[in-house]
C-alpha cells in the first residue's frame, strides 16, 4: 500500500468571502506552476480543500514543495479507498505503522457520506480496535494522541490522513497585487521580500547599483537573491539601475551630511518612476526603525517625502535577530552575508546626519539640477528576468 494522495488545506482562505474563489483558483494555479517536473499528478479543488492525486509520484518532493506555497495552512499524505471497512482498516493500519515514534493514537472520523452505514462514533471504535489487535504497545489516547488519524467518509470515496504538516501559511501570490522590491545585497530586503509575497503579492525588484565602484561579484549575488524569492511565488523581474553618475554629482555637490538622504530620495524617486511604468501600486524595502542613520524617523520623514506611493516595510519593528532568523530559515542569510561592496556604502559619508531636516533637504536638492542624470537612467536600465533555474533573459541581455 502507498499514499496516494496529497490533502492540502487552506486556512486564512477560508475567512475571504466572495473572494474566496479567486483565492483557491490563484492557489490552484500556483501549486500547478510549482509541479509541472510531475506530469503524473493531478489536482484538485473543492470548497474546503484541495487533493493531488499522486498517480505513482513519490510524494515526498512533492510535500516538500508544496510547504513552500503560500496560501497553504496545513497539508497531509492520505490514502483514498473505497467506502469499503474492510479496506479502511487496512489503510489505518498502514498509516499508523508508517508514522514514527508513535505511541499512542486517536482516530476521528467525520461521515460527510451518511448513506455509510455506521456511525462516526461506533466507526471510531471499529478501526480503533483494529489497530489495537494489528500492533503491539500503541495505545489510544483521545486526549494528547502522539497521532490523530482522520478518517473522512465522503460519497465518492474515503480519505484516510495521519500527520498534519505545517505549511507556508499567508495568501496566495498572486492575490494581492503587486510591489516593487528595493532590493540590495544585504540581510533585510530579501527577507521583507519573502514577507511581502507571503501576503499575497508579487514582487519585481529594483537595485542600484555603481559600476565600477561595484563589482559584477555584487550584481551576481542580487540575481541569486531574487532567484531564492522565486521559489516562494513566481519569476522575478529585476531593474539594475546604473547609479554612479548621479552619486558621484551627489557626492560632489551636496554637503556631506546630507549626500546620504539625497541619496536615498533619489532611489526612491527612480523606484516610483519604474513602479509607474510596470503598472506597479507599492514599494517595498528592507528597513527596520533605527538600524541606521537613514532608517531614524527623521530619517525616513525626509526621504518618504519624494514618493505618494504606499511604502511597504515589512520589517520595520523587527530586531535584527528575528530578521537574521527568517533569512536563515529561507537560506538568502548566506548568499546575503557574501562580502560584495554596496552603492550605498561606497558613497557613504564618513558623518550621515541622523537627524536631516526636510526643509534643508529640499533646498540642497534645488540647487542640483538632476534632470539629465535621471533621464539617462531609465533609459539604460537594465532589465532581467530571474526564473527558478536562472534561465535569464531581457533587454540588455538580448544586447549582447
Ligand atoms: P539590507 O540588508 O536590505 O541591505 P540594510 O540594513 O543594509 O538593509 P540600508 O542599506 O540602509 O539597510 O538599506 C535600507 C533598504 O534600502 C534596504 O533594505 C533596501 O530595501 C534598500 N536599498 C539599500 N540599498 C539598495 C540598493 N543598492 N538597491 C536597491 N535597494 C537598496
Ligand atoms: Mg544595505
Given at each position: 500500500m502507498l499514499y496516494d494522495h496529497i490533502v492540502i488545506r487552506y486556512g486564512e482562505l477560508s475567512?475571504?468571502?466572495?473572494n474566496r474563489k479567486v483565492f483557491i483558483n490563484q492557489l490552484h494555479e500556483n501549486v500547478r506552476n510549482k509541479l509541472?517536473?510531475?506530469?503524473e499528478i493531478k489536482i484538485k479543488n473543492t470548497r474546503d480543500r484541495m487533493t493531488i492525486l499522486?498517480?505513482?509520484?513519490?510524494?515526498e518532493p512533492v510535500m516538500k514543495i508544496c510547504q513552500?506555497?503560500?496560501?497553504?495552512?496545513n497539508l497531509s499524505l492520505a490514502i483514498k479507498t473505497e467506502n469499503d471497512v474492510e479496506e479502511i482498516k487496512e489503510s489505518a493500519l498502514f498509516a499508523l505503522q508508517e508514522a514514527?515514534?508513535?505511541q499512542t493514537f486517536k482516530i476521528t472520523t467525520r461521515r460527510?457520506?451518511?448513506?455509510?452505514?455506521?456511525?462516526s462514533q461506533e466507526f471510531n471504535h471499529v478501526i480503533g480496535s483494529h489497530l489495537l489487535t494489528n500492533t503491539e504497545e500503541i495505545m489510544v489516547n483521545v486526549?494528547?494522541?502522539?497521532i490523530e488519524l482522520h478518517i473522512d467518509i465522503r460519497k465518492d470515496a474515503t480519505y484516510i490522513t495521519s500527520q498534519k504538516i505545517k505549511g507556508a501559511g499567508?495568501?496566495?501570490?498572486?492575490?494581492?497585487g503587486k510591489s516593487l522590491l528595493l532590493l540590495?545585497?544585504?540581510?533585510?530586503s530579501p527577507v521583507a521580500g519573502y514577507l511581502t509575497m507571503r501576503r499575497g503579492v508579487k514582487i519585481e525588484a529594483v537595485h542600484f547599483h555603481s559600476p565600477p565602484y561595484t563589482s559584477e561579484a555584487a550584481k551576481q549575488k542580487v540575481l541569486d537573491l531574487a532567484e531564492l524569492l522565486t521559489q516562494f511565488g513566481h519569476d522575478v523581474k529585476v531593474h539594475m539601475v546604473p547609479f554612479t553618475a548621479l552619486q558621484q554629482k551627489i557626492h560632489r555637490e551636496i554637503p556631506h551630511g546630507y549626500s546620504m538622504t539625497v541619496m536615498r530620495r533619489m532611489m526612491l524617486k527612480i523606484s516610483e518612476k519604474i513602479a509607474k511604468q510596470e503598472n506597479i501600486l507599492s514599494i517595498t524595502t528592507g528597513e527596520s526603525l533605527?538600524?541606521?542613520?537613514?532608517?531614524?524617523m527623521e530619517s525616513m520623514h525626509a526621504i518618504n517625502d519624494v514618493t505618494n506611493f504606499p511604502v511597504i516595510r515589512?520589517?520595520?519593528?523587527?530586531d535584527k535577530e528575528a530578521i537574521i532568523e527568517i533569512a536563515q530559515q529561507i537560506e538568502s542569510y548566506d548568499i546575503s552575508i557574501r562580502p560584495f561592496e554596496d552603492c550605498c556604502t561606497i558613497f557613504v559619508p564618513i558623518a550621515p546626519k541622523t537627524k536631516p531636516k526636510r526643509e534643508k533637504v529640499i533646498l540642497f536638492e534645488n540647487k542640483l539640477d538632476v534632470t539629465k542624470e535621471i533621464e539617462e537612467i531609465m533609459k539604460t536600465i537594465e532589465v532581467v528576468t530571474v526564473s527558478k533555474n536562472s534561465a535569464v533573459e531581457g533587454s540588455m541581455a538580448d544586447l549582447f
Open positions: 475567512l475571504k468571502g466572495k509541472t517536473d510531475f506530469p499522486l498517480n505513482g509520484t513519490d510524494p513552500s506555497i503560500f496560501g497553504i495552512q514514527n515514534h508513535v460527510a457520506n451518511k448513506e455509510f452505514p455506521i456511525g486526549h494528547q494522541p502522539d499567508g495568501l496566495p501570490v498572486g492575490t494581492s540590495s545585497g544585504g540581510i533585510d533605527g538600524q541606521v542613520a537613514s532608517q531614524t515589512p520589517l520595520i519593528a523587527m
